[in-house]
Each structure stands twice: as structure tokens, then as C-alpha cells.
């Protein structure tokens, strides 16, 4: 079944993830060339819309547009007339007028990509809604652990940090339970949202079993998001919780979404370790992005509809 947008994993069956990952491995042959462009979207209009900070997502989602030969528009809310109180509705349309084929967005608040999804045309691709997803994320961490690993059939993934406020937590965890994984997240109790367990993992709130793990995922302390102290102190978290050379056996992986902070939930030993697959993450967030793209746009281009229909230069002589 073809997708319409990405808004959510729990949209994915296994067998979309799979096709997904089959693509963006395609795609890393391009990548690897001197010229690292195909022509599969030549023409058609991807406009990034980020109203949060961003370094990876936005910089590999334009260059996975720009790779597949997409004309791209990166619009940051600082800078806009989001400044002068323009809403995100009125912003969409605005852009929308523009008749881009996908709109990325990155929001602060849960459901914001859904609800772009109900006032554009143009396929939608959630790329953080505020604690709720980030499916792309999700999608580039299975693709880089099944390089390593092959199958994710049966292997122990711990996510350590803070999972109450993590979107790639969320998704995470959806998306490595889809393949097979067993999943296991552990913070310290109040940075593990209530009844998360539903999604199928387990919860733990020490690391004494984490030897158990073949891959460890870190994930960042997101202060942006706490309006109250959630641990006693950095640097008690940092005492039960840092994942560092003494903790993690050299035998496993280590993942981390980004921004890493230093000597928080991670020492800087192993954050430069060769068991570190961070670059690769990054490095994957490109092929996965363009092999999204591909996935929503690359179907018949949609049927014009309207005035806009009208307004087209005729590709049929008109006087016959
Ligand atoms: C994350 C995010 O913004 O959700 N970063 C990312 O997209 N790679 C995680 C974070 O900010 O800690």
C-alpha cells in the first residue's frame, strides 16, 4: 500500500519499514558517487518547515530533497512572520499556495504534523511533534543497526535517559519492536512516562543488567522541555545513569539521536569509541530521508484539481 504521508511508526507495518530500508540502501550507492544526484524527483517542490531547533534533521532532509533533484524551500519560524504572530494554520496555507509536494515539519507541540496533514495537499512528513514522534529517526536507527547486526530478531536494545520527553524514544521503541527487537527503557522514574510498557518494552530504572544489552541508546537530558526539576541534581543523574566506559562493555553498540551532551548521559571516551555508531546515524539520516521522499512522492504526481487545473498551460492543443 502506498503511504500518503508519514505522520506516525504506528502507521508502518514491517513490511513498509522493510521496503523503506530496501530503498534507502539503494540509495547509498548515490551517495557514495562524486556526483551524488539522481534525477527522481527533478521538478517537484519539498518545503522544510522547522519551528525547533535542528541541525541534523533539517540540514539531511534538504539533502536528501536536493540528492533526489527536488527543488527545496527551508523555512525556520525565526526570521518569519511567525515572529509577527502569523499561526501555523495561516503559515501552511501561505506556503501551501507555493503547491509544494511535501511539507516537513518540525513543531514544539503533539499532533502538529497530523494536524498540518488536514490543511495542505502536499504529503506530509512528521519530523518531531513536540514529546509525541520522530518516525524519520526511528526509520534511520533500525537502517543503521541492521547494517551492523542483519536481523534485529531477538536483540536486547536498551534506551537510557530521559524517555518522558523523547520523541525518538517513542518512535524507537515502535519501530524496534516492529522488527523483532526486545526493547528495554531506563531513567530514573520520573523521566519514564506512566504505562509506557503498552508499547511492548520493558522498564528498568538501574543499569545493573544493562551487560545484557547488544545495543545501548542514550538519550539526551532535554531541559527545553522540563518546566521543573526532574532529578535531584546533573550530577546524580550523571552518577547513576552516564553511560560510560566503565559501564558499557567494548562488545556493545552505542547509539545516540544527537545533540550528545558531553559528560552527561555520555563520557566523551565513548562517545568517540569505535562501538559509537552516531556518524553512521547521520550519515544513514540522508539515504533514509530521500528513500521517505521516494516512498511518498515518487507515485503518479497528483491529479490538478480546480482553478489551479484551469490556470495550466495546456499540454493538448486547445484548437484542434
Ligand atoms: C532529537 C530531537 O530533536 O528529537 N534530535 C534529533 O532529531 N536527532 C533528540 C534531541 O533533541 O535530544
Redesign the pocket.
Known amino acids: 500500500m502506498s503511504m500518503r504521508h508519514l505522520l506516525s511508526i504506528e502507521d508502518l507495518d514491517r513490511e513498509q519499514i522493510e521496503r523503506i530500508l530496501a530503498r534507502a540502501a539503494s540509495f547509498a550507492e548515490v551517495s557514495g558517487r562524486p556526483i551524488k544526484k539522481v534525477p527522481t524527483l527533478r521538478g517537484r517542490l519539498v518545503v522544510n518547515l522547522f519551528y525547533e531547533a535542528?541541525t541534523?534533521?533539517r540540514s539531511s532532509f534538504e539533502l536528501a530533497a536536493k540528492r533526489l533533484s527536488a527543488d527545496v524551500l527551508n523555512f525556520a519560524s525565526s526570521g518569519s512572520a511567525v515572529e509577527k504572530g502569523e499561526s501555523l494554520k495561516d503559515t501552511v496555507t501561505t506556503l501551501s499556495s507555493y503547491r509544494p509536494d511535501a511539507l516537513v515539519v518540525r513543531a514544539p507541540f503533539a499532533g502538529a504534523a497530523a494536524l498540518v496533514a488536514g490543511w495542505t495537499p502536499a504529503a506530509v512528513v512528521n519530523a518531531?511533534d513536540g514529546k509525541h514522534e520522530?518516525p524519520t529517526?526511528a526509520l534511520l536507527d533500525v537502517y543503521t543497526l541492521t547494517r551492523r547486526l542483519g536481523t534485529l530478531e531477538g536483540r536486547s536494545v536498551w534506551i537510557v535517559g530521559d524517555v518522558l520527553h523523547s520523541?525518538?524514544a517513542r518512535s524507537g521503541v515502535l519501530a524496534l519492536r516492529r522488527m523483532g527487537a526486545e526493547v528495554t527503557v531506563c531513567g530514573p522514574p520520573t523521566l519514564i512516562p506512566r504505562g509506557i510498557e503498552a508499547l511492548g518494552c520493558a522498564v528498568r530504572h538501574d543499569l545493573s543488567d544493562l551487560g545484557e544489552a547488544h545495543v545501548v541508546y542514550a538519550?539526551?537530558m532535554?531541559n527545553e522541555r522540563m518546566s521543573e526539576s526532574f532529578v535531584p541534581s546533573l550530577r546524580e543523574y550523571v552518577a547513576h545513569y552516564q553511560i560510560n566506559a566503565r559501564r558499557l562493555s567494548p562488545r556493545q553498540l552505542l547509539m545516540h539521536?544527537?545533540?550528545v551532551n558531553r559528560g552527561v548521559e555520555l563520557s566523551s571516551d565513548v562517545t568517540d569509541s569505535p562501538q559509537a555508531l552516531i556518524s553512521e546515524q547521520v550519515e544513514a539520516g540522508v539515504v533514509v530521508r530521500m528513500a521517505v521522499l521516494f516512498e511518498l512522492l515518487s507515485g503518479a504526481a497528483p491529479e490538478p484539481s480546480g482553478a489551479a487545473a484551469q490556470a495550466r498551460p495546456a499540454t493538448e492543443p486547445q484548437l484542434a
Do not use: C, D, I, M
Open positions: 535542528s541534523r534533521t518531531g520522530h529517526q520523541r525518538v538519550l539526551r532535554q539521536p544527537g545533540p
